[in-house]
């Protein structure tokens, strides 16, 4: 076999990994290969891969005689790779690397480090959080197979129970006793009106602004803890809003608002939901914030589940994504 033979037939590195197992090329020619084409030098090479150089010169022409083609020019002073050792050496680094990466993944698949991880998640948490939590856990566990589930908080609890979810990221709610459940971040609240609403020409409002203004709210029966909450401090301000409406989840009321139902008094983050109808602003509430928790069972379900958990907290430590500047006057057509 004639050295343009070897480099015209390998023309993919599929195609060149099949055929040099069917040359009788093992995986040790390969290695000894990659260390001699590194350092051109028979004896720093057989240092390397840690046999005697007499046998490691063998080893090397062996291959060379099963590729059928020299690989590398030989004097007395010194080592270089022939055209076919360069080509070689560029396949050779590619089967090694995809070895590695397989045995790698194959010892983690066996272990606590692999498997699978079901994460539940409402939109902050998909949107702002968990796209940083998943490179860095990747990172740490690239066998373990992360499944996120976009879900209202009702749904989650209800997967949690039926031992379909992992993990879950929720608004607060009532959480069964064989979970526990932990407060990871909060955020303020904001205003979300139609765009031709009157209250648009305010930078901020105030809960009395609500006071007789068609308005839409969760549900009672999803039991969001800031919704709570707001209804609470609506009514001990002696607010009166005109409810017409109710929502399951903040699309829902950013849906809501958009078709001029009413007002929705919703979460920070829901001001990066874009719809052409509906405008942000900031409205003061007192002391009521939208809080994010991470419900997890309340005993160690393994060290990756407990790794993935002290990511998300630490994501939400340090992260304010959804902290949107509000909406300028100028950008609003009144």
Request: with cysteine; hydrophobic share 40%.
């Amino acid at each position: 076999m004639t050295e343009n033979h070897i480099l015209d037939s390998a023309t993919d590195r599929k195609n060149f990994g099949a055929n040099t197992m069917q040359a009788n090329i093992e995986i040790r020619h390969l290695r000894y290969f990659a260390a001699l084409a590194r350092e051109l030098h028979f004896g720093r090479a057989a240092d390397i891969i840690g046999i005697s150089q007499a046998p490691y010169s063998q080893q090397i022409k062996q291959l060379e005689d099963r590729l059928g083609t020299r690989l590398f020019e030989r004097t007395t002073r010194r080592v270089s790779l022939t055209e076919a050792g360069a080509k070689f050496l560029e396949y050779c680094d590619d089967i090694l690397a995809t070895l590695d990466e397989g045995v790698s993944h194959a010892r983690a698949a066996s272990s606590e480090e692999g498997g699978r991880l079901r994460v539940g998640a409402i939109r902050i948490a998909a949107s702002y959080i968990l796209p940083s939590v998943l490179r860095a856990f990747r990172r740490k566990y690239p066998a373990v197979i992360v499944e996120v589930f976009g879900m209202t908080t009702g749904l989650q609890l209800r997967k949690m129970e039926a031992g379909e979810l992992d993990i879950a990221l929720i608004r607060p709610a009532s959480v069964p006793g064989s979970f526990k459940a932990e407060l990871i971040c909060e955020e303020g609240l904001c205003a979300a009106l139609h765009k031709d609403h009157p209250l648009c020409q305010k930078t901020k409002l105030e809960l009395a602004d609500l006071d007789q203004q068609p308005m839409v709210l969760f549900k009672d029966t999803v039991g969001t803890d800031y919704s709570i909450a707001l209804r609470a401090a609506i009514r001990k301000h002696d607010v009166s809003p005109n409810i017409i409406g109710e929502f399951t989840d903040t699309i829902g009321g950013v849906c809501l608002v958009g078709s001029g139902a009413g007002i929705a008094v919703l979460p920070e983050s829901t001001r990066s939901s874009i719809s052409q109808d509906v405008v942000y602003r900031e409205i003061n509430v007192p002391e009521v914030t939208a809080k994010l928790v991470m419900v997890r069972p309340d005993h160690s379900a393994g060290r990756k589940f407990d790794d993935f958990a002290a990511l998300v907290t630490q994501a939400c430590a340090s992260t304010e994504l959804w902290r949107a500047p509000p909406t300028p006057l100028d950008d609003i057509n009144l």
